[in-house]
């Protein structure tokens, strides 16, 4: 695989295959920085069962973020993708007492525009679960499986809540 630089395409395969061509934007700049600490707290979240309230209380704060969106760079939309893609996984799905159907409007409208945005649907896809979802652990060894981490997902009892038919909080 040839060295990546700034200037190659995010998804250029010719660089490290189908991983993106840099590693993934760990932390958005302010003032999106509520959503990389909201998404840090959604496992906790979820154990609780408080995701729906938490994330309800900063309703105002996201849908204010809405005309911004367009100023970040490609990198940085793609960790926004994944970071609503987790949010709104974890609001539908473990956030209250039943499994919703649609998403409030503070979440589906940043979700929608960051998917156009990127040509993509907003749902959690593959590369915003795995292949935009990652980090180096020593951030100048190789990209192997002993030198990588996720930096979100959804684990233990959580998957089990997040995948069953009757999916709901825990009591």
């Not at 039943?98 to 525009?113: D, G, I, N, Q, S």
Request: a neutral charge; one cysteine or more; charged letters at 20%.
């Amino acid at each position: 695989m040839q060295e990546t630089s700034p200037d190659h395409e995010l998804w250029d395969v010719h660089c490290r295959g189908f991983l993106p061509s840099r590693d993934p934007v760990k932390v958005l700049p302010s003032p999106f920085d509520i959503l990389t600490r909201l998404v840090e707290q959604l496992p906790s979240l979820c154990a609780d069962g408080s995701v729906r309230k938490v994330l309800d209380s900063h309703a105002q704060q996201i849908l204010e973020l809405l005309p911004q969106y367009k100023g970040l760079t490609s990198d940085q939309l793609e960790r926004a993708h994944s970071i609503l893609g987790y949010l709104g996984l974890g609001y539908v799905r473990v956030g209250g007492r039943e499994t919703l159907a649609t998403l409030p409007r503070f979440l589906a409208a940043p979700w929608v525009l960051v998917s156009n945005l990127l040509s993509r649907r907003p749902m959690l896809d593959y590369s915003g679960c795995v292949l935009y979802n990652w980090e180096r652990i020593d951030p100048h060894g190789p990209i192997s499986m002993d030198n990588i981490r996720l930096l979100h997902r959804f684990t233990g009892p959580l998957l089990l809540l997040l995948y069953s038919p009757t999916s709901s909080s825990p009591k």
